[in-house]
């Protein structure tokens, strides 16, 4: 998902001749041993989508181009899904509690 929206500002910006930052990949390294526990990583990796879903409804209000502000639509649609996805897998772990939900009218007593 990140790399597609990579793809989709960077070939943007390359339209209009401007200079796409570089990425970080460089500080990755190879190694199979996790350094951090698969709860902090999702906890982490969820945030920082409901953090990109933020920056991208700000570009929304401040972009002047209907193609930058359509690109930030589809992000936050995706990205929506995706934290969905995410919400479910930390519930399902005990990582974090569920809402709480409202009864449901027809399981309850009539009187």
Same mark, same amino acid.
């Given at each position: 998902m990140c790399n597609k =929206?990579? $793809? %989709?500002? @960077?070939s943007i910006l390359h339209e209009d001749n401007l200079h796409s930052p570089g990425l970080l990949d460089t500080q990755v390294t190879n190694s199979k041993i996790a350094p951090f526990s698969d709860k902090l990583m999702l906890f982490h990796a969820g945030f920082m989508f409901n953090l990109a879903m933020v920056y991208y409804s700000n570009a929304m209000a401040v972009s002047m181009r209907i193609d930058v502000i359509? =690109?930030? /639509?589809? @992000?936050? !649609?995706? $990205? !929506?899904? !995706?934290?969905t996805s995410w919400g @479910? *897998?930390? %519930? /399902?772990r005990?990582? *974090?509690e569920k809402p709480p939900q409202a009864n449901d009218r027809k399981e309850l007593p009539h009187n």
């Open positions: =929206h990579i $793809d %989709i500002f @960077s359509t =690109h930030c /639509e589809a @992000s936050i !649609l995706r $990205d !929506l899904k !995706l934290t @479910s *897998i930390m %519930i /399902e005990g990582w *974090i």
